[in-house]
């Protein structure tokens, strides 16, 4: 059997609408694809418009019932679910890494990361405080009061495929919405895995659907034409974004966005050098390249240039590539040939423009992977330099002065995370002030967690996720006056 768990009843491959599987019927499957392997983990539902449209409608029939519990009860089902992830931590990693192909110490820090989120909202479902305005008139009082928005749809990604749906559905759900979630084709199995243990959980029916699906344009019309959908959440490109964001105008729904970024990461003179060089490998190589704050470009001062290079190549090509599964892998395979060919082409194109390879550079022996790869002599003016690699490369460019680094770090419409090591108090609050950007990592690139907005400014998107700012992209506030008093 190409998927084994240790508790089978987690691998579901049906749509989930309302508490109930919906198999195919006379419709279509579509088939999961093991990244390291190139075969067939499993058949999906292909969900097209009218079963969305089945889920939202399911989704605003739960509301009714769902906005009315208190805090306290929504966060006691959700902590329910938490523990209850945390429990199959090992099976929810085994299948992550099977259908998305990241190694499996990273997919078991996922699982951790993902349930993270729902244990947080569990207890930020209890702290929806109102206001109390004071009052202009003597007869008036002004009360502010938080409601949830309604159905919300959230579009993810497979580069995070448990933690991007409960960053966004653990809010939800906290604030009192019911949610449809279309995860992406290629790594639906994590997600109804997540939905079959809300359901052990307690969470009612209809709170949560899920809608798997190939044609993600259909599935998207029905989540943005539908009225009954207040609010659309979506993780992923750029271009997806934007469309998505146009095609909401309709409906005036409320819209958080978190697209591409282009991450620097500068390191400057006077970095800690062992701590830049380990910084910057786990930022750019995690999850083989492909996420959304992973490094994109290495800026490095002159002074530190040599060094830095030199012992950075040489952690870079200490990393292993390989099957996800195989602990001796550091770097998994890339989710699919599309990515790998893109990624070389970026690395071709470079190339072309008089860029140097310093290691890597090709498409690797093993199944699905790059080589995990360097290059050198790029400026800003390269295809690499400006777009999302969501590869295990690392364009690196050098620099003289502060200022240029903080140009050459704001030159782009990307604005989502940032990274720079120094060891200069008054250096960290320049740069940090005058970088563009949502996050800021200052002498470390693991800067996530539940307790942090994550976000981003310029076209990396709208809205933060996470933390105690989190809940508000779900939350509508109303003002009411009282006269006559
Ligand atoms: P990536 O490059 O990470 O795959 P995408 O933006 O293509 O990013 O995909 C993110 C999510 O958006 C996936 O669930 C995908 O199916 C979905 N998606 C892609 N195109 C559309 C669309 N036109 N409308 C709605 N969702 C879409």
Redesign the pocket.
Known sequence: MPCQLKEQSLLQTRAWINSNWIGPGSGQEFSVINPATGKELAQVTDCGRQETHEAVVSAHNALQKWKVLTGKERGSLLRHWYELIMAHQDDLARLMTLEQGKVLAEARGEIAYAASFIEWFSEEAKRIYGDIIPQTRPDHRSLVIKQPIGVVAA?????FPAAMITRKAGAALAAGCTIVI????ETPLSALALAELSHRAGIPAGVINIVPGLD??A??QELCDNPLVKKLT????T???K??LKQSAATVKKVSLELGGNAPIIIFDDADLDKAVAGALACKYRNSGQTCICANRILVQSGIYPAFLQRFRAAVEKLETGDGLDMKTTSGPLINQKAISKVHSLVEDAVQQGASIVTGGNEASFHGCYQPTILTDVNSSMRIAREEIFGPVAPVIQFDSEEDAINLANNTEFGLASYFYTSDLARTWRVSEAIEYGMVGVNETAITSEVIPFGGVKESGIGREGSKYGIDDYLELKYICMGDI
Do not use: M, R, Y
């Open positions: 579009i993810t990604p497979w580069n279309k995860p992406s084709e993600a344009q599935i998207g979506f993780t992923g490109s271009a997806v974004g469309h998505l």
